[in-house]
């Protein structure tokens, strides 16, 4: 199991990035999906999550409505649309997958813990 995420960025406040996971060496739609994210000086925060169900994905409360995940399984892609993004965004984030599948906001809710694969972050910086 590969992941490797791009897509980070300079960028000021009001622009948007897409982040990207390349995933490869297993069947991504079996697997739940996440985006976590990791501020200096911060604990790692859950982004958005996919579980059981790729409808109603959860995301945490500060990037609702401005953030979109997705998966295109045929591809092996996993993206972070991120829209309006603010100076608190800035990060590195990180996408991670797990073969046991739980309900959409079980791993965001314990900040990816339990989730076996991970890839390098990508540093997102959000500032004018």
């Known amino acids: 199991v590969q992941l490797q995420a791009s897509g980070g960025g300079l960028v000021q406040p009001g622009e948007s990035l897409r982040l990207t996971c390349a995933t490869s060496?297993?069947?991504?739609?079996?697997?739940?999906i996440g985006w976590f994210r990791q501020a200096p000086g911060k604990e790692r925060e859950g982004v958005s999550c996919i579980g059981n169900r790729d409808e109603n994905a959860y995301y945490a409360e500060s990037v609702k409505g401005r953030f979109t995940i997705s998966r295109d399984n045929a591809k092996n892609m996993v993206y972070l649309q991120m829209n309006s993004l603010k100076p608190e965004d800035t990060a590195t984030y990180y996408c991670a997958v797990d073969a046991i599948v739980y309900s959409n906001s079980y791993y965001c809710e314990r900040q990816g813990m339990g989730m076996d694969y991970w890839g390098k972050g990508t540093l997102v910086t959000v500032s004018s």
């Open positions: 060496g297993f069947t991504l739609g079996h697997y739940a």
